[in-house]
Nanobody
Framework: QVQLVESGGGLVQPGGSLRLSCAAS????????MGWYRQAPGKQRELVAA???????TYADSVKGRVTISTDNAKNTVYLQMNSLKPEDPAVYYC????????????WGQGTQVTVSS
């Protein structure tokens, strides 16, 4: 059974940084397509960053240059390093398995809340 557990969210000032973690069980992350998503209140869930099975990465325009998705194969964990956080970044962040087309296909975890406020 696949399980994804997100952590690392919190309150940060504008311009600050956070590293989100997604620990996986029931699968080997390095062999799969992964994505980080976020959902702000009243908005649809959106893909923020994706890492393909071959290691290629893609980012939403809204976060490009500020966010990096990476994987620690030994820990079976995928990370989202977020820098220069902006007031428009607050949301619940989720990780998920992706299809080759970049759409989610796995179970959703509880997510981790990111808040940006001075």
């Amino acid at each position: 059974q696949v399980q994804l557990v997100e952590s690392g969210g919190g309150l940060v000032q504008p311009g600050g940084s956070l590293r989100l973690s997604c620990a996986a069980s029931g699968l080997i992350l390095s062999r799969d397509n992964m994505g980080w998503y976020r959902q702000a209140p009243g908005k649809q869930r959106e893909l923020v960053a994706a890492r393909a099975r071959d290691g290629g990465t893609t980012y939403a325009d809204s976060v490009k240059g500020r966010v990096t998705i990476s994987t620690d194969n030994a820990k079976n964990t995928v990370y989202l390093q977020m820098n220069s956080l902006k007031p428009e970044d607050p949301a619940v962040y989720y990780c998920n398995l992706n299809t080759p087309l970049g759409t989610p296909r796995g179970p959703w975890g509880q997510g981790t809340q990111v808040t940006v406020s001075s």
